[in-house]
């Protein structure tokens, strides 16, 4: 392991319960601090007394103890990790509602750290509609899913449902982690968005872009230890890191300044925002009149700031572009890949489901 990890881990009240006295006792072997909270119900299925023995610390399932109300908040706090083993229905559709009555669910809502959670439950409990939508709420909410097992239930159906062996999950974290830092040192330089190119002070050319993708590239390297600059047009996201640098463009001419000059110390360049191909050749002072049936605006190219910074691209830089095509499509992406000296291009396609 890089360095000793504190993992917070949450039991709930399923028949897997006895597994979390196992996987407690991997997470020990490998290096792991393991602190345990757990459900009211959890107790029926294995004792606090037998996970604090394995973990080395007190398990703690009261949301209020004496004058320790906030236990939640340091825990949440205290964690690198916080893996949910085995997480039930219940547990599951309290965690996606952010209901909070018991101590396990106030150290979710309340943790800092990733979270990563093992569905226990029978096959028709889960494959039931609602769990599964409570399931994808929970990852859209950048929760981690380990997948559930396939094989014999307590009910004596076969097929899924079942949680993931303790041997799977230890090794799931271990990867987790491992991954987590293999961007340490690295400096990476996003752009993400559209632009805006002003027509007049109150119009201007833009696009559909959300900055999604670009964000979201953004959180993962930085999860994994890199140092980020994120250069984004105008969209209404946010991202808080002491290893970030934001910067706020409007223009392309603007995108470009600032990618050009955070382009030299990145060692990795990701090219994910909608940049105007066209902007107008002047730009009106004051807004333009609705005085006539038509109007000319006449145009000119923005500078492509993918095949400028290709041509100054250093041997050990990385450049990642992106295309969306609406006809022959990977054709297009090949070219432009070549042109512009890129080495990956992404391309999405409008003719794809959710594409733009």
């Known amino acids: 392991m890089l360095q000793r990890k504190k993992i917070l881990l949450g039991v709930t009240g399923s028949i897997a319960a006895y597994k979390s ?43 209020s103890d004496g004058n320790s ?24 559709s309290k965690m996606a509602n952010g209901h909070a009555d018991n101590l396990l669910l106030a150290c979710y809502l309340s943790s800092k750290c990733p979270v990563c959670f093992a569905p226990a439950m029978d096959l028709d409990m889960w494959k039931h509609p609602s769990t599964l939508n409570n399931v994808n709420r929970l990852v859209a909410f950048g929760n981690m899913l380990i997948p559930v097992g396939n094989g014999f239930l307590a009910s004596g159906l076969v097929g899924e449902g079942r949680m993931a062996e303790p041997e799977d ?62 250069i984004a047009g105008p969209v209404n996201l946010d991202i808080e890191s002491d290893q970030l640098s934001l910067i706020r463009v409007q223009s392309a001419a603007e995108m470009y300044e600032a990618a050009k000059n955070a382009f030299e110390s990145a060692d990795i360049i990701i ?55 609406t006809n022959d499509e990977i054709n297009h992406a090949k070219q432009k890949l070549h042109k512009k000296n890129l080495d990956f291009i992404v391309l999405n396609s409008l003719n794809d489901s959710g594409a733009g």
């Open 21 to 63: 006295a196992v996987l407690c006792r991997l997470l020990i072997n490998e290096g792991y601090d393991v602190k345990v909270v757990m459900t009211p119900s959890s107790k029926d299925f294995i004792t606090p007394l037998t996970l604090s023995t394995l973990s080395g610390n007190e398990a703690m399932y009261n949301i």
């Open 69 to 92: 109300w906030n236990n939640h908040v340091e825990l949440g706090l205290w964690a690198d990790l916080m893996l949910i083993a085995p997480c039930t229905a219940s547990t599951l």
């Open 169 to 230: 999950i230890v090794q799931y974290i271990h990867q987790y982690f491992i991954r987590k830092a293999d961007l340490i040192g690295k400096n990476i330089m996003i752009t993400a968005g559209p632009t805006y190119e002003s027509i007049d002070p109150v119009r201007f050319i833009g696009n559909r872009s959300s900055g999604k993708m670009g964000f979201a590239i953004a959180r993962e390297c930085l999860e994994r230890g890199a140092t980020v600059t994120l």
């Open 271 to 325: 090219l994910s925002a909608a940049v105007a191909d066209f902007k107008p050749v002047s730009v009106a002072r004051e807004k333009i009149k609705k005085s006539e049936n038509h109007m000319q605006l006449e145009l000119e190219k923005t500078v492509d700031i993918a095949a400028t910074l290709g041509s100054k691209k250093g041997t050990n830089q990385i450049l990642v572009g992106f295309a969306l095509e």
